[in-house]
């Protein structure tokens, strides 16, 4: 069982660092959501691999794999969706003009 990634976690990296330097959040949040699904995913896997585990164990993380593939997925389209929505420069993975409000321009007097 493997995960089809549409983002690289480099692609993942860029887009959080653009909602951190820039004040919105949302997409840091949908990033660091499938950033999680992907540890929980290999953490079932290798649980999955390991020669102690019984039937019923096996049948556990098995689920939690499937459900965690597909929550992926959904997440990674969510995601997908979102930057179409805003408007990023898609190659660049650039936040767009429009949405760029500088953390550090709030607190200016």
């Not at 820039?22 to 290999?42: E, G, W």
């Not at 997440?75 to 190659?91: K, N, P, S, V, Y």
Request: aromatic share 6%; proline share 4%; hydrophobic share 40%.
């Amino acid at each position: 069982m493997f995960l089809d990634n549409k983002f690289t976690a480099l692609q993942l990296a860029i887009i959080n660092s653009q909602g951190v330097l820039y004040n919105c959040a949302c997409p840091v949040h949908v990033t660091m959501q499938i950033s999680n699904l992907r540890k929980l995913f290999d953490y079932q896997k290798t649980c999955i691999d390991m020669p102690s585990q019984n039937d019923m164990q096996i049948q556990v993380h098995q689920r939690i794999a499937e459900v965690t593939k597909k929550t992926h997925q959904l997440m990674e389209q969510c995601l997908d969706e979102i930057l179409d929505l805003e408007g990023w420069d898609r190659a660049k993975l650039e936040m767009p003009e429009g949405l760029r409000t500088r953390i550090e321009d709030k607190t200016a007097p």
